[in-house]
Nanobody
Framework: QVQLVESGGGLVQAGGSLRLSCATS????????MGWYRQAPGNQRELVAA???????VYGFAVKGRFTISRDTGKNTVYLQMNSLKPEDTAVYYC?????????WGQGTLVNVSS
């Protein structure tokens, strides 16, 4: 069983930075895909960044060049470094684990960017 716990969200001014963490536990396989998604009020959940070991990370168009996803396999943690934050980045950010037909979500962490 896989569990994900996000942390690091909060209130930040536009132009600032935050780093989100996703602590994983359970049967985590190295060939899984770890990702970050976000959902703003009234919007659908969208991909922010995804990482499969051995491949280049994938980023959503809106965050490319500003956000960086990384994975520390020793600590079983996935990070999302967010720089140059904009008010439109305000959303609940979710960590995701995907391996085959197993799709697991964290509870989400709120990021609020003020103008």
């Amino acid at each position: 069983q896989v569990q994900l716990v996000e942390s690091g969200g909060g209130l930040v001014q536009a132009g600032g930075s935050l780093r989100l963490s996703c602590a994983t536990s359970g049967n985590i396989f190295s060939d899984s895909t770890m990702g970050w998604y976000r959902q703003a009020p009234g919007n659908q959940r969208e991909l922010v960044a995804a990482l499969l070991i051995g491949l280049s990370p994938v980023y959503g168009f809106a965050v490319k060049g500003r956000f960086t996803i990384s994975r520390d396999t020793g600590k079983n943690t996935v990070y999302l470094q967010m720089n140059s934050l904009k008010p439109e980045d305000t959303a609940v950010y979710y960590c995701n684990y995907n391996r085959g037909d197993l799709d697991v979500w964290g509870q989400g962490t709120l990021v609020n960017v003020s103008s």
